[in-house]
C-alpha cells in the first residue's frame, strides 16, 4: 500500500494562490494514479482533480477548470495542486489519493491525512 502525505495547505486571500504536494512512500514500484478531493464542512467529499501514472492525462472538476492544475515530478512519487484565482468556496479540507486507475481514485485505499486551505473574501 502506498502510503501519503499532503503538504502546502493554508489560508489565503480570495484571488491568491497556493500550490499542494503529495508525497508517496511505501510501495512505490506499481504504477499508480493521482488524484486530489476536498471536503467543506458539512459537505460531501468531492473531486478535484487527477492525473495518470504517466502524466498524461488530467481530470478536473468544472468547478475548478482554467484555475487548478495538477502535475506530478519525474519519479512519480510526487503530485502538485496549484490552486489559483482562489475562491471562498475553494475552502476545505484537500486530500490526496493513489489508485490503480483514475477511475477508481474514489475509493482508492490508499488517502493522505488532509491538508486545510481556507480563503478569505
Known amino acids: 500500500q502506498v502510503q501519503l502525505v499532503e503538504s502546502g495547505g493554508g489560508l489565503v486571500q480570495a484571488g491568491g494562490s497556493l500550490r499542494l504536494s503529495c508525497a508517496a512512500s511505501?510501495?512505490?514500484?506499481?504504477?499508480?494514479?493521482m488524484g486530489w478531493f476536498r471536503q467543506a464542512p458539512g459537505k460531501e467529499r468531492e473531486f478535484v482533480a487527477a492525473?495518470?501514472?504517466?502524466?498524461?492525462?488530467?481530470y478536473y472538476a468544472d468547478s475548478v477548470k482554467g484555475r487548478f492544475s495538477i502535475s506530478r515530478d519525474n519519479a512519480k512519487t510526487t503530485v502538485y495542486l496549484q490552486m489559483n484565482s482562489l475562491k471562498p468556496e475553494d475552502t476545505a479540507v484537500y486530500y490526496c489519493?493513489?489508485?490503480?486507475?483514475?477511475?477508481?481514485?474514489?475509493?482508492?485505499?490508499?488517502w493522505g491525512q488532509g491538508t486545510q486551505v481556507t480563503v478569505s473574501s
Open positions: 489519493a493513489a489508485g490503480n486507475s483514475i477511475a477508481t481514485l474514489a475509493s482508492a485505499t490508499s
Open positions: 511505501g510501495r512505490t514500484d506499481s504504477s499508480y494514479a
Open positions: 492525473i495518470s501514472w504517466g502524466g498524461t492525462v488530467t
